[in-house]
């Protein structure tokens, strides 16, 4: 098993958990003078980590944009690998575009979750530095985004539901990207996978940065992690552009309206998945099982929707994305009334039985 | 033949519009000639000396590109809700619309109707560059979605001439999923079987290209449009390199595959008259 360290050491706390990192300190201590001294302080520390699970609780049932967007970042957080390791079983990868390259920022393959056949498509971004190297820090070129095509595809061939798994800064700027057409890479694959004929879940579970996520966020379901963030430009960016001034990224970020709970007022995701306490990075193993929960429990629900209907409906969630409530409902009791017709139509278009000659 | 234009279309005379700083001469941005405005304009805003393709505005390009009068605009009122309530520094996104209004005469980046090209009927979308450098906003995809449709209903070819700096950002996810939108409605026009020629004009960038510009059936450019899916100053930001000469010009995607032809601004009636001949069905 690889080390899937949730221990959360001294220099892995973000800059608002100060006063957790003190009581981590103080427990330390208090453990390592029992140690020499053989004085039992375990009373005292069962205080201490009451009080610390108190702080958590309390910093991250507030947490601000920025901080969220820290979260997300935060260098122990769970990656697509451990989602693979923990959550798949007898995950097979598929390499290849067939074209140019086998990009490792995006992973694909197949592999079953609970108890159903799926093919999975995620971004990866590498724990250590070497990973990091090897998949571009999770930022893929327009290979990875081809590969992502005609794996989805095969696997709408054979009837296979597939899950997306979100987790990259952005799509990769540079000018071998370029050349091959990034752009046209994101664009097909927005196309395919709104018409794609197997249920598509997609699940941010870490950053989702603009173009570059929505490349294989397009679905019946796009949901989050609670301390993920999915924004049409990276705090960054929007306050260099906007603010004349990157370093003024938590206001854009604020103004963005990047976290979960923000997104799914604006009923621009469908659900949130819960973080374990503190968030994804203290208990990786909570993280995963609670997304394994979601995929199941909401595949059984898409399997059972008629290819037809599923397409319906998905196209009707992409095009009323920033329409008005009152809009949306008028559309959707218009559609309903459409698929009603249709359906009478089609009954009565059934051409008659012919008796049998007696 | 000629469909007649439906009675609920609001008629929309369009007035040819000043689009070069005030005074009789002007500079070339690329060829650094002094030239002579009124000679500009006559060229349809095309330097005379080096073919360097001026921006124009959605009034002015419909005005060189369709039948006299014959574009009938749809939507045309469409405003923006505001969906996050977006503030940024001392001001707002709302007071930004209202600044662009003014300097565009547009209500939003985009301009959708019925027209006429050489005595063809077709449903045209044109983008806006000043407003708010074209950006696609719900707005611009819900009238790109109605453009399609339409295009659908009436079993008529759809133009669109994209020139943007991409999504909103002051729209959030909610521009980002426009993209996702206008795609899932390319789709559905694909299926139906229904001609798109994607016209890429100076510039065509982010969220814009990755989406609808980058799915037309053919997809034409204008000479060096800037044309590509990351800004170049982002770009040369990332990598640290200096970028290459007529890196993410019209030319360049031509040679890297991923525009059919480049037209000539004068050339570009024409070519989507011929276009449309040639795909009847
Ligand atoms: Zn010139």
Redo the contacts with the bound molecule.
Sequence with gaps: MPDRANKINSGDHLDFEQKVADLDRQMNELRKLSSIKGIDYSSEIRQLQKEQVNELKRIYSNLTAWQTVQVARHPKRPLLSDYLDLMVKDFREFHGDRCFGDDRAIVTGLGQIGRDRVFVVGQNKGRNTKEKVVCNFGCPNPEGYRKALIKMKFAEKYGIPVVTLIDTPGAYPGIGAEERGQAQAIAANLQEMSRLRVPIICICIGEGGSGGALGIGVGDRLVMLEFAYYSVISPEGCAAILWRDGSQAPHAAEALKLTSKDLLKLELVDAVIPEPLGGAHRNVHDTVYNVEKYIVKTLRDLKRTKVDNLLENRYWKLRSIGVSPAERLRRKTLAGRERIKAAIDKIHTKPKPVPAKV | MAKQAKSKWNGFSLRPRKEMPEGLWTK?P??E?MLYKSAVEKNLNV?P??N?HFRISAATRINYLTDEDSFQQVLGDLKTSDPLGFKFRDTTYKQRIKDDEKKSGEKEAMLIGKAFIKGRPLILAVMEPNFLMGSMGAVVGEKLCAAVDMAMDEKLPLVVFSCSGGARMHEGVVSLGQMAKTSAAMARYDDSGGLFISVLTDPTTGGVTASFAMLGDCIIAEPGALIGFAGPRTIAETIKVELPEGFQTAEFMLEHGFVDMIVDRKDMRSEIARLIDYCQK
């Design positions: 070339c690329a060829c000639h330097c000396e080096c360097h």
